[in-house]
């Protein structure tokens, strides 16, 4: 048994790798080098789609692994302490993934840096984005009544970064976002959402009705980090990446696949700069 699970994981990230790895390869080869993202041409073509392969195997394996302990909120959950001198922090993360997708950065900003961390799993099957941002309503406020704090963080990755945008243009809450940070959002959508399972997946369509709803919202006055990588596998055309509203700063990773944005510690580091920028450690 344990052995035709781990076959089934191999062949799922394999599928995916390969899948998403030549939609991408067709991308960047309609790319100029100062497109943002940028394009590759020649020899750094080859090499940069050989690493985003490797970069979204890898990362894919990590979020197949750990996607079952996200339904143990008890393995994942740091007890904040009582008025922490720092602003919590929300994460939301991607389709078809749990909470266990922040584990590295709740280890990072969390456990090493004293900060309050929370994070939420929804069902990618049986929730639209409406009822995501109602969970990330729920949590800000559990977030705000255990830590004592007025404000919070938010940090999403993928669709978790659009189903934030969602939240800061719907609910009475928005008003205690300090600043958003997105890893690897399809802001525009993504051609790949056709090829989703389940009516969340396939609302992030360029033309889906998630992405609609976003491009007529409002969008708060707030510092707003849009973190993307120039092999992101997932999203295609890569230019979607990048928000169509002005007031995003944009902040260019190193060349690695959508999943591996998790992971990276060059990533996670600076994610827990900005943090401290916005909110210095007292």
Request: hydrophobic content about 45%; aromatic content about 10%.
């Amino acid at each position: 048994m344990v052995f035709a699970v781990l076959w089934l994981i191999l062949f799922s990230a394999t599928f995916v790798t390969v899948t998403s790895s030549i939609f991408l390869f067709a991308d960047i080869l309609t790319r100029k080098s100062n497109d943002i993202p940028r394009g590759f041409h020649g020899v750094a073509l080859l090499k940069t789609v050989v690493l985003a392969a490797l970069t979204c195997f890898t990362g894919q394996l990590i979020a197949f692994l750990s996607i079952p302990f996200g339904y143990f909120p008890w393995r994942l959950r740091k007890p904040a302490p009582s008025n922490p001198p720092q602003t919590p922090v929300v994460f939301v993360h991607g389709l078809y993934h749990s909470s266990a997708a922040w584990f590295a950065y709740r280890f990072s900003i969390g456990t090493r840096g004293k900060r309050p961390t929370y994070a939420l799993t929804y069902s990618s099957y049986f929730r639209t984005a409406a009822h995501i941002s109602k969970q990330v309503e729920s949590t800000v406020k559990t977030a705000l009544a255990e830590t004592g704090h007025k404000r919070v963080f938010l940090v999403g990755h993928s669709l978790g970064g659009l189903c934030i945008r969602r939240f800061l243009a719907t609910s009475p809450y928005a008003q205690a976002v300090a600043g958003v940070i997105t890893l690897g959002t399809p802001h525009q959508g993504s051609i790949l959402a056709h090829l989703a399972s389940g009516q969340l997946g396939r609302s992030i369509k360029p033309e889906g009705t998630l992405i609609a709803e976003l491009s007529n919202s409002p969008e708060p006055d707030i510092p707003k980090f849009c973190f993307y990588s120039s092999i992101d596998n997932m999203v295609i055309p890569g230019k979607n990446l990048i928000p169509c509203k002005k007031g995003w700063t944009l902040e260019e990773t190193a060349t690695v696949g959508h999943t591996f944005l998790l992971v990276h510690p060059p990533v996670i580091r600076r994610v827990r700069a900005i943090l401290n920028e916005l909110d210095p450690i007292t």
